[in-house]
């Protein structure tokens, strides 16, 4: 067990933090305010590698494993959620199920034009009916011949505007259930299918979220992702992945919005005293620096087990879980440690806040994590199984 950051891991972060001080820092609050995705960073973040980190050399990828990739999603995070959203989306859900399950052919034409950065990758699994009962989907393709006609509409679907390529899961045959639901690429531009405008939120106002319209969409037969009817089990390996950066992402919330009221705390005097010399902030700001190290422990463990090639359903799970709700408490105290301040848009630690919230709900809510999580340990603990099998 090492818990020490390598030479390599070291000027990664580097070189993410001096992209995020030139690039994202000073922007912060005119991105969040202008509601809008800043699409000039996608070339800048291709250039870096950043489209395709987990991604092998041979199709354009930085070649690097999960743990590289917390590190940097949490490093763009601390300066902005949104562009740690936009490239967590990115990676591990669009890219990553083309790359994961898709053949040599769609692995040439669409994983190298995404890993370089000429476009972002959206994945559509949540439709307006439900996204925690997200395989009750209602979305279909039919076959037609050596195409398939797609029907149906999706919602909050992360970089949909910037995007070439959509991942879109489909219901291809209803009597099978579980087992009749199909993966697609869907390409900008073809016929029948619509963007809709960017959702007005509470948070992560830079990343843009999006419905998706199909209405007799011909998708040619090369552009189904996998086997007919793996759209459903492979959506679910692609989430505990995915998983891993949203908990990264809200480390980086964490961490920010710790950062910012740690130094506030030395700044800001009342009664004649800097206030962190009173007892009520030294316990805020201890607790925030202990759960901030523990909700990284976990994502790091679930980033070194999936390098590993080990299943990690129920790690990333935890860690997402647990960091996403540190998050969201952790940028609560450092607005009350802020004050009036904390309020008003002079300090980000308002948009910590305001962002924070979606790792809560986003690729599973708590609730829908709470009872992923439950029933590993229940089949963990099972008796008379001996080798109890995670799902
Ligand atoms: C900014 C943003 C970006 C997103 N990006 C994407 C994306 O890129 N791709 C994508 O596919 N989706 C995306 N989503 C959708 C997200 O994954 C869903 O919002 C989420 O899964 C919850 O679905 P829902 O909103 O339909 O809530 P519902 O499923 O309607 O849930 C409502 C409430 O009921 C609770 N609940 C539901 N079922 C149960 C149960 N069985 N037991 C206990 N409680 C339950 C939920 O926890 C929640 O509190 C995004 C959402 C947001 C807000």
């Not at 769609?106 to 959206?122: D, I, N, W």
């Not at 950062?259 to 700001?285: D, M, N, P, W």
Request: hydrophobic share 40%.
């Amino acid at each position: 067990m090492d818990f020490k950051i390598s030479e390599e891991q070291l000027s990664i972060r580097t070189m993410v933090r001096e992209f995020c001080e030139e690039e994202i820092t000073p922007n912060i609050l005119k991105y969040d305010e202008e509601k809008a995705f800043p699409e000039h960073l996608i070339a800048k973040m291709g250039e870096l590698g950043l489209l395709g980190i987990i991604f092998p050399e041979a199709v354009g990828g930085a070649g690097m494993g999960y743990e590289e990739y917390a590190l940097i999603i949490e490093e763009l995070s601390a300066a902005d959620p949104s562009i740690g959203l936009t490239v967590a989306a990115h990676n591990s859900l669009g890219t990553n199920h083309i790359y994961t399950y898709g053949n040599e052919e769609q692995r040439a034409r669409v994983v190298s034009h995404l890993t370089q950065g000429k476009s972002l990758a959206s994945w559509a699994l949540t439709e307006p009916g439900g996204g925690s009962d997200a395989f009750g989907l209602k979305t279909n393709a039919v076959k037609s011949g050596d195409h398939w006609i797609l029907n149906g509409s999706k919602t909050f679907i992360t970089n949909p505007n910037y995007s070439d390529y959509h991942v879109v899961m489909a219901r291809t045959n209803p009597e099978k259930g579980k087992a009749g639901i199909s993966a697609f690429i869907v390409e900008k531009g073809m016929p029948g299918f619509t963007v809709g405008q960017p959702m007005n939120k509470l948070g992560m106002r830079a990343s843009d979220t999006a419905e998706l319209f199909f209405e007799d969409v011909k998708i040619p037969q090369a552009n189904l992702l996998g086997p007919e009817g793996q759209g459903y089990f492979n959506a679910l390996g692609i989430l505990d992945g995915g998983r891993i950066s949203i908990a990264a992402m809200c480390v980086g919330i964490a961490r920010g919005a710790f950062e910012h009221a740690v130094r506030y705390s030395q700044e800001r005097t009342a009664f004649g005293r800097q206030i962190h010399q009173y007892q009520a902030i030294k316990i805020k700001l201890a607790d925030m620096a202990t759960r901030i190290d523990a909700a990284r422990l976990l994502v790091m463990r679930a980033a070194s087990l999936k390098d590993q090639g080990q299943k990690v359903n129920l790690e990333s799970a935890m860690a997402k879980l647990y960091a996403s709700e540190v998050a969201v408490w952790a940028s609560n105290e450092a607005v009350q440690i802020f004050g009036g301040y904390g309020y008003i848009k002079e300090y980000p630690v308002e948009k910590y806040y305001r962002d924070s919230k979606l790792g809560t709900i986003g690729e599973g809510t708590s609730e829908i994590i709470r009872m992923v999580i439950a029933r590993d340990i229940v089949k963990m603990h099972a008796i008379d199984a001996p080798e109890p099998e995670m799902v």
